[in-house]
Structure formats: structure tokens, C-alpha cells
């Protein structure tokens, strides 16, 4: 071997070059043969080790790297079954709601919450807005309800939305009626006691656990639909009569789709009474028709 | 004699580097051929019998590492590495096109000695091997050449360029 090209004769180079090849060609008969082992020994002396030591740093070099790519793979996960909780949640709410309408003879629209109006200081809930208005028939005035109660009414409608005005607020008021001895009442709420049922007969029958439903008087709320369950009997200081503190039927804060009562047949309403069908699911039938319900209605 | 410990050194360092990093350091699925770049460059350098026994050596740790017939890249690579050296008189080997060229030809070469020892496919097939792999390889490899070499030329400098950087 040289230490500058030229430096040995071409003879010689091509000697060498021989030489390898007929080495080469060796190697390959013998390795052809099985016969290498020796040879290939070599590699787990000289190569094998390092080889290892080295690939063991790689592998915590890019640990690191494979960590930040799992973290990345877990939050994305993380935010795929949350999408896909919610989803479920939301279909199960659906389906309720299809059963709902189903159940319930009467023209529904569904509709969406898609903002909440602040808290207002006379209300624990805040009026909120619909996705439904004019152009879909929703229009001021009409029921809003759920499978699991009633809601409120709308009280304001413009072509693409409306504003819905919740029963825990002054200005929502309904005929009500216990479904055990169908003594009827208005529901109302106050920022004192709440949400709260008055009017009742001197003696009324009333006792807390007691569950209401609307009555229908007013052609505004679905009869029979839900409204809440009494839980402590007070006396009206204004009235001298009994005066029932309610809690609601529905969760307000977490509503997220409605149905507003297009149209209410005459049929179900004040003329069949809410006696006709347990129209909502969860809702007790009642057993016998109103009393004193003229005075009382939805307002 | 120290220069070519020096060679040896690099060898072993190029075949580790290109059995446990040259996969991180692929590029589309092609990895550069680190210790064939090593014997072109010396090949290049020292001439065509240097290389030839370089070529070889670089070529066995290669066949040591692979499930292939031992001698096989041993005679490809000594094969090329002394056709390099031997043109390697009349090109001018400072030059970074002619060692990114002369490393893209030689691995292309190579690689058509290896497949017709190794499986005489005819024309059709060593033209596939040509287009999806040697090339690619070759063009990947040729660009490290420039680096290589100034590389190897700190670490293993000849005599005359020692005395050139002295001066």
C-alpha cells in the first residue's frame, strides 16, 4: 500500500486488486458453505457491542421525543372521547326528546339554546335565546317545554330567534294543579321565596312531596306537563292563606334543546283536562278534573 | 502508517454510525451509505491499490452486519474503490462536484456489481435497482461527500497538506 496515488507500479496495483478478489470470492464460497461462523464472529467482538451501547442512548435520546409524541396522542385522545361523551349525551337527550314528541299530541318545535341572557337580579335564571323564531312558527307567547317539565314562554320572537323567559322569573306565572287532590293554584316566582305556588284554598290539602302539573287553563302550557314538587308549606302573610315553596321539575342551568309549543289543541288543554293521558313521560296521571281553575291561568 | 490508522478509525466510526444512526438520519425512506462515501474519498485520495484494500475492508464489516454472503460487498466495494483510485489521477479531486459525482457514479456502480453477483436479474432488473434505490442513495450520499471530505482531510491530512497548512 502507498501513500500517494501512482506510487506503485500499475503491476502491483493490479496484484493487489487480484489478490482481493480471489480473497473476496474465497469468503463468498466459504460463506456459501455455512463455513463463516468464524469470520462472522468478528462482528459480535468488534461491532455488536458498541453497536448496542450506542443504540441504548438512542433510544433515551429519543424517549423524550416518543414521551412528548404520547402526551400529544393522550390529549388528543382525551379530547376525542370527551367529544364523543358529549355526543353520546346529546343523543341520549335527543332521543328523550323524540319519545317526548312522540308521546305528546301536539305541534312541537324543537329548538336549541344558543346564548343566556345574565342573571337577572329578581331571577336565579336569566331569560335565554333560541334557535327557532318567526320564520319557523315560533312566535310570542307560546309554551316552551322539555320532556321533564315545562320551561317557560317565549316573550320575544324575531325572524331567526327568540327569547324565552324561564319559569324561575317574575314575570312567568301558571295555573297549577296538585296532582294528588287536584287543588288548584298559580305558580309564580319570587326573589324571597322562590319558586312558589299560591292561591291555594284555605283548607287546601297540602302536604311537601306533593308533585304539579299544569293545569292547561290559559291555552298556553301543555296540561299535565310537570311543573315541580312542593317542599315546605308556609302561610301567605298577604293572602292569609297556604302557600307552598316548589322546587322545579327542571335543572334550568342546564338546559340545552327545548320544544316550543306551536299550536295547543283545544282538546288538550282546559276542555280534556290533564286527565285525558299522562302525556309526559315521568309525569303522574291525574285522577280527577280541576276545581276552582277559572281564576287561575297562564299570564 | 498513521494516516491510515486514522482511515481505519473513521471505518469503524462510519459503520457504527450507519448501523445504529443512519436510520434517523433517512431521508424519504433513502439512508446516505456512510462507509462507502469513506472509500471513494480515500480512493480518491490514495489511489487505486489503497483503495481497492480499503474497499475491501469497509465492505467486510458491512457483510458482517448483513444476512448476505460475506465477500460480496468486500469485492464490490475493492472492485469500485480501485477503478476510483485509478481515475482518480486525472480528475480534479479537490473539487465538490467531481467528489458528489464521482461518489453518485461509484455507489450506482456498486450496486449493479452487488445485484448481478448476487441475483442475476438481467437488464430490467438492475435498472429497477438502479432507478428506486442507487440512484437516490447515490445522489443522498454524493451530497455528504464535500463535508466528508473536509472532514477527512483535518483528520487524516496528508503529508503535503500538512506541510501546506504549516506554511
Same mark, same amino acid.
Given at each position: 500500500?502507498?501513500?500517494?496515488?501512482?506510487?506503485?507500479?500499475?503491476?502491483?496495483?493490479?496484484?493487489?486488486?487480484?489478490?482481493?478478489?480471489?480473497?473476496?470470492?474465497?469468503?463468498?464460497?466459504?460463506?456459501?458453505?455455512?463455513?463463516?461462523?468464524?469470520?462472522?464472529?468478528?462482528?459480535?467482538?468488534?461491532?455488536?457491542?458498541?453497536?448496542?451501547?450506542?443504540?441504548?442512548?438512542?433510544?433515551?435520546?429519543?424517549?423524550?421525543?416518543?414521551?412528548?409524541?404520547?402526551?400529544?396522542?393522550?390529549?388528543?385522545?382525551?379530547? !376525542?372521547?370527551?367529544?364523543?361523551?358529549?355526543?353520546?349525551?346529546?343523543?341520549?337527550?335527543?332521543?328523550?326528546?323524540? !319519545?317526548?314528541?312522540?308521546?305528546?299530541?301536539?305541534?312541537?318545535?324543537?329548538?336549541?339554546?344558543?346564548?343566556?341572557?345574565? !342573571?337577572?337580579?329578581?331571577?336565579?335564571?336569566?331569560?335565554?335565546?333560541?334557535?327557532?323564531?318567526?320564520?319557523?312558527?315560533?312566535?310570542?307567547?307560546?309554551?316552551?317545554?322539555?320532556?321533564?317539565?315545562?320551561?317557560?314562554?317565549?316573550?320575544?320572537?324575531?325572524?331567526?330567534?327568540?327569547?324565552?323567559?324561564?319559569?324561575?322569573?317574575?314575570?312567568?306565572?301558571?295555573?297549577?294543579?296538585?296532582?294528588?287532590?287536584?287543588?288548584?293554584?298559580?305558580?309564580?316566582?319570587?326573589?324571597?321565596?322562590?319558586?312558589?305556588?299560591?292561591?291555594?284554598?284555605?283548607?287546601? !290539602?297540602?302536604?311537601?312531596?306533593?308533585?304539579?302539573?299544569?293545569?292547561?287553563?290559559?291555552?298556553?302550557?301543555?296540561?299535565?306537563?310537570?311543573?315541580?314538587?312542593?317542599?315546605?308549606?308556609?302561610?301567605?302573610?298577604?293572602?292569609?292563606?297556604?302557600?307552598?315553596?316548589?322546587?322545579?321539575?327542571?335543572?334550568?342551568?342546564?338546559?340545552?334543546?327545548?320544544?316550543?309549543?306551536?299550536?295547543?289543541?283545544?282538546?288538550?288543554?282546559?276542555?280534556?283536562?290533564?286527565?285525558?293521558?299522562?302525556?309526559?313521560?315521568?309525569?303522574?296521571?291525574?285522577?280527577?278534573?280541576?276545581?276552582?281553575?277559572?281564576?287561575?291561568?297562564?299570564? | 502508517?498513521?494516516?491510515?490508522?486514522?482511515?481505519?478509525?473513521?471505518?469503524?466510526?462510519?459503520?457504527?454510525?450507519?448501523?445504529?444512526?443512519?436510520?434517523?438520519?433517512?431521508?424519504?425512506?433513502?439512508?446516505?451509505?456512510?462507509?462507502?462515501?469513506?472509500?471513494?474519498?480515500?480512493?480518491?485520495?490514495?489511489?487505486?491499490?489503497?483503495?481497492?484494500?480499503?474497499?475491501?475492508?469497509?465492505?467486510?464489516?458491512?457483510?458482517?452486519?448483513? @444476512?448476505?454472503?460475506?465477500?460480496?460487498?468486500?469485492?464490490?466495494?475493492?472492485?469500485?474503490?480501485?477503478?476510483?483510485?485509478?481515475?482518480?489521477?486525472?480528475?480534479?479531486?479537490?473539487?465538490?462536484?467531481?467528489?458528489?459525482?464521482?461518489?453518485?457514479?461509484?455507489?450506482?456502480?456498486?450496486?449493479?456489481?452487488?445485484?448481478?453477483?448476487?441475483?442475476?436479474?438481467?437488464?430490467?432488473?438492475?435498472?429497477?435497482?438502479? @432507478?428506486?434505490?442507487?440512484?437516490?442513495?447515490?445522489?443522498?450520499?454524493?451530497?455528504?461527500?464535500?463535508? @466528508?471530505? @473536509?472532514?477527512?482531510?483535518?483528520?487524516?491530512?496528508?503529508?503535503?497538506?500538512?506541510?501546506?497548512?504549516?506554511?
Amino acid at each position: 500500500m502507498s501513500a500517494s496515488p501512482g506510487s506503485l507500479s500499475r503491476r502491483s496495483e493490479y496484484l493487489v486488486l487480484s489478490l482481493i478478489v480471489v480473497l473476496s470470492l474465497a469468503l463468498m464460497f466459504l460463506s456459501a458453505d455455512g463455513k463463516d461462523a468464524a469470520v462472522r464472529a468478528l462482528n459480535g467482538v468488534a461491532l455488536a457491542p458498541v453497536q448496542a451501547g450506542l443504540s441504548g442512548v438512542r433510544a433515551l435520546v429519543g424517549l423524550r421525543a416518543e414521551n412528548d409524541s404520547l402526551r400529544a396522542d393522550l390529549m388528543r385522545a382525551s379530547l !376525542e372521547i370527551a367529544a364523543l361523551r358529549e355526543k353520546s349525551l346529546e343523543a341520549e337527550r335527543l332521543r328523550a326528546m323524540l !319519545e317526548f314528541r312522540d308521546l305528546f299530541p301536539l305541534r312541537l318545535r324543537a329548538a336549541r339554546v344558543i346564548a343566556r341572557g345574565p !342573571e337577572p337580579i329578581t331571577s336565579i335564571v336569566g331569560q335565554f335565546l333560541i334557535d327557532k323564531g318567526e320564520r319557523d312558527g315560533v312566535l310570542s307567547g307560546m309554551a316552551v317545554v322539555r320532556p321533564e317539565g315545562i320551561v317557560g314562554k317565549v316573550v320575544r320572537s324575531s325572524e331567526t330567534y327568540a327569547v324565552v323567559r324561564p319559569l324561575l322569573h317574575p314575570g312567568c306565572r301558571v295555573s297549577a294543579r296538585l296532582v294528588r287532590t287536584r287543588t288548584v293554584g298559580i305558580l309564580g316566582w319570587d326573589n324571597e321565596v322562590g319558586l312558589h305556588l299560591t292561591f291555594l284554598p284555605y283548607r287546601a !290539602e297540602v302536604s311537601p312531596g306533593d308533585e304539579i302539573v299544569a293545569t292547561g287553563l290559559g291555552q298556553v302550557f301543555p296540561a299535565g306537563l310537570p311543573l315541580g314538587r312542593i317542599v315546605k308549606i308556609e302561610n301567605d302573610p298577604l293572602h292569609g292563606t297556604p302557600r307552598a315553596v316548589v322546587e322545579p321539575a327542571l335543572d334550568f342551568a342546564s338546559i340545552e334543546e327545548v320544544f316550543v309549543v306551536l299550536r295547543l289543541p283545544m282538546s288538550s288543554a282546559a276542555a280534556r283536562g290533564p286527565d285525558a293521558r299522562d302525556p309526559a313521560p315521568g309525569a303522574r296521571r291525574s285522577s280527577a278534573p280541576g276545581g276552582a281553575a277559572g281564576r287561575a291561568g297562564a299570564r | 502508517m498513521i494516516r491510515f490508522l486514522r482511515f481505519s478509525l473513521a471505518l469503524y466510526v462510519c459503520v457504527i454510525v450507519q448501523t445504529v444512526f443512519a436510520p434517523s438520519m433517512a431521508i424519504v425512506g433513502i439512508m446516505p451509505d456512510l462507509p462507502f462515501l469513506l472509500t471513494v474519498l480515500v480512493a480518491l485520495r490514495e489511489g487505486a491499490a489503497a483503495g481497492a484494500v480499503f474497499g475491501f475492508v469497509s465492505g467486510l464489516f458491512v457483510d458482517l452486519g448483513s @444476512a448476505e454472503l460475506l465477500g460480496l460487498t468486500s469485492l464490490a466495494n475493492a472492485v469500485v474503490a480501485f477503478v476510483v483510485g485509478s481515475l482518480a489521477e486525472r480528475l480534479v479531486r479537490e473539487a465538490r462536484l467531481t467528489q458528489v459525482v464521482v461518489t453518485l457514479l461509484a455507489t450506482a456502480l456498486r450496486d449493479q456489481i452487488v445485484v448481478l453477483l448476487l441475483q442475476p436479474e438481467g437488464l430490467g432488473g438492475s435498472l429497477r435497482v438502479l @432507478a428506486v434505490s442507487s440512484l437516490p442513495r447515490g445522489i443522498y450520499t454524493g451530497a455528504l461527500a464535500p463535508l @466528508a471530505h @473536509a472532514l477527512l482531510r483535518r483528520f487524516a491530512p496528508r503529508t503535503r497538506e500538512l506541510g501546506r497548512a504549516k506554511r
